[in-house]
Nanobody, 119 residues
Framework: QVQLVESGGGLVQTGGSLRLSCLISGVIYSIKNMAWYRQAPGKQRELVASLGRDATTNYTDSVKGRFTISRDNAENTVYLSMNSLELEDTAIYYC?????????????WGQGTQVTVSS
């Protein structure tokens, strides 16, 4: 069974940094893409950053130049490095992968990790 477990969230002041981790476990034949989403209170979940199998990355405009998505294949982990954090970055951050296992292609989500930015 594929599982994603996020960690690294917490409370940080504006201008600070955090690095989120998403550990992927289970039997996966291939991963098509990885992504980080976030959901702030009262708002819809939004895509923050994505990383394709060909290493292409995409970021939502509000985080460009501040956030970096990366992966460590040996550690089965995808990261989101966040710098110059702003109050508006406060949200629950979710890791998602689109992967194929014995059941076919599916989207898998983690449980989320809270990021709170304070002034």
């Amino acid at each position: 069974q594929v599982q994603l477990v996020e960690s690294g969230g917490g409370l940080v002041q504006t201008g600070g940094s955090l690095r989120l981790s998403c550990l992927i476990s289970g039997v996966i034949y291939s991963i098509k893409n990885m992504a980080w989403y976030r959901q702030a209170p009262g708002k819809q979940r939004e895509l923050v950053a994505s990383l394709g199998r060909d290493a292409t990355t995409n970021y939502t405009d509000s985080v460009k130049g501040r956030f970096t998505i990366s992966r460590d294949n040996a550690e089965n982990t995808v990261y989101l490095s966040m710098n110059s954090l702003e109050l508006e970055d406060t949200a629950i951050y979710y890791c998602k992968i689109r992967a194929i296992d014995y059941r076919g292609w599916n989207d898998y989500w983690g449980q989320g990790t809270q990021v709170t930015v304070s002034s």
